[in-house]
């Protein structure tokens, strides 16, 4: 069975902020937000419309859920999902929840990301706003 992508319309962008330090905007919207910390930054990925201005910023792009839940054992799911993507020179981020990975797509590329995946043989469905699947 093919695995199946579902791309989310909004835009999403990251946002750096500094070592430690919170969000002070309404980040917690869209398809996939998070805050990620490491000693030497916070990374916040949120929907582009509420990036704060001056923020330091990389985007827009669109996010590409994996239809999940994924098995912690599964081996290769990026692999497999990135390799098309490579091939076609699409440079991307990818994420990971609990339950399924997540990929960041240049929003310019989406499109091309699209047809590389099904070349490659998988399902590719955009979703609608509220999160439901439109095809």
Same mark, same amino acid.
Request: charged share 20%; net charge negative.
């Given at each position: 069975?093919?695995?199946?992508?579902?791309?989310?319309?909004? !835009?999403?962008?990251?946002?750096?902020?500094?070592?430690?330090?919170?969000?002070?905007? !309404?980040?917690?919207?869209?398809?996939?937000?998070?805050?990620?910390?490491?000693?030497?930054? &916070?990374?916040?990925v949120t929907t582009s419309d509420v990036v704060p201005a001056g923020a330091r910023t990389e985007g827009p792009f669109?996010? =590409?859920? =994996? +239809?999940?839940?994924? !098995?912690?054992? +599964?081996?290769? =799911?990026? =692999?497999?999902?990135?390799?098309?993507?490579? !091939?076609?020179?699409?440079?991307?981020?990818?994420?990971?929840?609990?339950? &399924? /990975?997540?990929?960041?797509?240049?929003?310019?590329?989406?499109? /091309?990301?699209?047809?590389?995946?099904?070349?490659?043989?998988?399902?590719? &469905?955009?979703?609608?706003? &509220?999160?439901?699947?439109?095809?």
């Open positions: 069975m093919p695995r199946h992508l579902m791309e989310h319309p909004e !835009d999403v962008s990251v946002v750096r902020l500094g070592p430690g330090e919170e969000p002070t905007f !309404d980040w917690q919207r869209g398809p996939l937000a998070s805050v990620t910390r490491t000693p030497d930054e &916070t990374s916040v669109r996010a =590409v859920e =994996v +239809a999940g839940p994924l !098995d912690f054992s +599964a081996v290769g =799911v990026f =692999v497999e999902i990135l390799s098309p993507l490579a !091939d076609a020179g699409i440079s991307v981020l990818g994420l990971s929840t609990f339950d &399924t /990975d997540w990929v960041l797509v240049p929003s310019e590329r989406s499109g /091309d990301a699209a047809q590389a995946w099904r070349r490659a043989g998988f399902v590719v &469905t955009p979703t609608t706003l &509220t999160g439901g699947s439109t095809a």
